[in-house]
C-alpha cells in the first residue's frame, strides 16, 4: 500500500521541474538540477571572475544559492579558498559573536523498526541491548544532565510505534521539564524522533518543544532507498518532506542535517542548501539549524564500508561553505568530531555544540561499561563538560546555556528577522554572560570558575548598550547571591 503511494507520486514528478516552493521532495530537492549545479561548478572551479562574484555576494550577508554553495566548495584557487574562510570565520562573529551554546543529547530508546544500514539500532541487530527508558530511569538521567549543569536537551529515540509510540515521547518531555532538583532545570528540549504526521507534530509543538531536528542522511534519493531497504523510512519522500508537515504544525524552529559519509559531499550540500532554500520559498522561515555529523564507529558499523568518508580539510570547507550559503542558521557539532576538528569548526561557523555527551540509552545516571553497549555512535570528544566548559573558555568563546528564544517567543520568522538584521546578538552575548555564571556558580570546578569569572568581568565590559550592559551587571550580581533564571 505505501509502496504504491511512492511510486505513483515518484511516476508524477519523474519529469516535474525544479521548484523551490514546491510541496513535493523530488521537485524541491530535484536531482537533474543538482547534476547540473555539480556539472556548472565544476566547470568553474577555476574561474576567478565568477568565484570573486560569488564571494563578494557572500560578504553582503544574505546568504548564497545551491549552485553558488557548491562553487565555493568546489573551487580550486588557494586564494580565494583562503578568502572563503576568512569570511566564513568573519560573518560567524558577525552574526553570533563569540558565544557558543551547550547542548546534550539524550537517549530514551534504542528500539528501532527501521533498517538504516548505517545505524547500530536497525531493526536487524542482535547484538546490541535494546533499552527504553522508565520516566523514572528518564528523571534520573536528567538529574544526572543537572548535575553537570545542561539546561538544554536534543531528545534521541528510534522509530517503534509499539515501544517508543509518540505518547511516550510526550509524557518523556512532560517528565523532564517537571524536574528542579537543587538549582538545575531543563529550559528547552529539542526533539530528535522519525517523520510523523501534522496531527503528531501538532502535539509536539503543544508539548512545548523547541526545535524538531530531523537529519535527511542522503539527499541521493537512490542510494537512501539503498540505505534504507525497509521500514517506514525507506519512503524518501516522507521523510523529506517532515519539515514541512512540522511547520504545517506551527512547529517554526526546524533543523537540518546530512550524516556525511553515506553519498559523495559536493552532492549531499546542494541538496541541504536546496532544502534550506524550500523552506524559506514555501514558508518565509529557513532551517533554524543544520548538524553537519560524519559518519563514525559503532556497535555493528564500520565506517570504511561506506565509500564516501570527507578528510578532515574538507569537512572544514563543508562548514565554512554553509556558514556562507546560510549565514543565519545555527549551526551544530557533536561529540561525534574530535577535539581538534571541532576547535577547527568553531572558528569557521559552528555555533552550538554537545558536551560530556552519553550516546547510550540510560548513559548519564548509570555509567558503565556495558551501558556504552547500547551506544548510538562512538564518541571521539569524551571530555567532561567541565573541561569542555574550560576549553572554550581559554580559546576566547564564551559557553552559553542559554534558551531566552524560544522562552521569549522568539522562533520562526520573528527569530529569524533579528538574526538577518544581527541584532540577535544583542540579546546572545548578555545571555550567555549570565548562564555562564549560573553555571559557574553551581557546577564549575574551581579552575574553571576562575577562569570563567575573569572572561565573564572582561566580556560584560564589552556589551555595547549602556542599558543592557547595566542591566547584565545587576542580573550577575543576583545570581551571585542565589537568584536563577534571568534572560533578554
Ligand atoms: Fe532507527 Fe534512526 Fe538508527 Fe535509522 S538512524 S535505525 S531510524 S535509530
Ligand atoms: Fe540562542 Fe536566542 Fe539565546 Fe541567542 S538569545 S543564544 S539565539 S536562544
Not at 546542494?270 to 543544520?290: C, D
Amino acid at each position: 500500500m505505501q509502496e504504491a503511494t511512492v511510486d505513483q507520486r515518484q511516476a508524477k514528478t519523474a519529469t516535474g521541474a525544479y521548484d523551490p516552493k514546491s510541496m513535493k521532495a523530488e521537485e524541491f530537492i530535484h536531482h537533474g538540477e543538482i547534476l547540473e549545479t555539480l556539472a556548472w561548478a565544476e566547470k568553474n572551479r577555476d574561474n576567478a571572475d565568477e568565484i570573486e562574484r560569488v564571494i563578494e555576494k557572500a560578504k553582503q550577508k544574505k546568504g548564497l544559492s545551491h549552485r553558488e554553495a557548491v562553487l565555493l566548495l568546489d573551487c580550486a584557487i588557494p586564494e580565494k579558498n583562503e578568502e572563503i574562510f576568512r569570511l566564513a570565520e568573519q560573518l560567524k562573529k558577525d552574526f553570533y559573536g563569540n558565544r557558543i551554546v551547550l547542548f546534550a543529547p539524550l537517549y530514551l530508546s534504542n528500539y528501532c523498526i527501521n533498517s538504516c544500514t548505517y545505524c547500530p539500532y536497525h531493526k536487524q541487530n542482535k547484538s546490541i541491548p535494546r533499552k527504553k527508558l522508565t520516566q523514572d530511569e528518564i528523571r534520573r538521567e536528567v538529574i544526572a544532565l543537572q548535575d553537570m549543569g545542561h539546561k538544554r536537551l536534543a531528545l534521541e529515540a528510534g522509530e517503534d510505534p509499539v515501544n517508543n509510540p509518540l505518547e511516550y515521547i510526550l509524557e518523556s518531555i512532560k517528565t523532564i521539564y517537571s524536574i528542579k532538583h537543587k538549582n538545575g532545570a531543563i529550559r528547552r528540549v529539542n526533539v530528535n524522533i522519525a517523520a510523523t504526521t501534522v496531527e503528531d507534530y501538532r502535539k509536539l509543538k503543544e508539548a512545548e518543544i523547541g526545535t524538531y531536528i530531523l537529519f535527511q542522511e542522503t539527499y541521493h534519493k537512490e542510494s537512501y532507498g539503498k540505505l534504507h531497504p525497509s521500514g517506514p523510512k525507506h519512503d524518501y519522500a516522507w521523510h523529506t518532506e517532515a519539515h514541512d508537515r512540522a511547520m504545517q504544525a506551527g512547529i517554526d524552529d526546524v533543523g537540518l542535517g546530512v550524516l556525511f559519509g553515506l553519498e559523495g559531499y559536493r552532492y549531499e550540500l546542494a541538496g541541504l542548501i536546496m532544502h534550506a532554500e524550500h523552506l524559506e520559498a514555501a514558508f518565509g522561515v529557513g532551517p533554524h539549524t543544520i548538524s553537519v555529523p560524519r559518519i563514525c564507529p559503532a556497535d555493528d558499523i564500520d565506517p570504511d564500508t561506506f565509500d564516501n568518508g570527507i578528510s578532515d580539510d574538507m569537512f572544514a570547507k563543508i562548514v565554512a561553505v554553509i556558514r556562507l550559503a546560510v549565514p543565519y542558521t545555527g549551526m551544530i557539532i557533536s561529540t561525534r568530531e574530535s577535539q581538534a576538528s571541532r576547535e577547527r569548526a568553531l572558528h569557521l561557523g559552528i555555533s552550538q555544540i554537545s558536551g560530556g555527551s552519553r550516546t547510550s540509552v540510560g548513559g548519564y545516571a548509570d555509567v558503565k561499561p556495558e551501558n556504552d553497549k547500547s551506544a548510538q555512535f562512538d564518541i571521539s570528544d569524551d571530555r567532561s563538560l567541565d573541561e569542555v566548559i574550560r576549553w572554550l573558555i581559554d580559546m576566547d568563546h564564551i559557553p552559553s546555556f542559554c534558551t531566552a528564544c524560544y522562552r521569549e517567543g522568539r522562533t520562526g520568522d520573528r527569530f529569524m528577522s533579528l538574526c538577518k538584521s544581527g541584532q540577535i546578538l544583542n540579546c546572545c552575548h548578555p545571555n550567555a554572560l549570565i548562564t555562564l555564571q549560573e553555571y559557574l556558580e553551581d557546577y564549575a570546578s574551581p579552575e574553571t570558575k576562575e577562569r570563567g569569572e575573569a572572561m565573564i568581568q572582561r566580556e560584560v565590559e564589552r556589551v555595547p548598550h549602556e542599558k543592557v550592559r547595566e542591566r547584565a551587571k545587576k542580573f550577575l550580581g543576583e545570581i551571585h547571591n542565589g537568584a536563577r533564571d534571568f534572560r533578554f
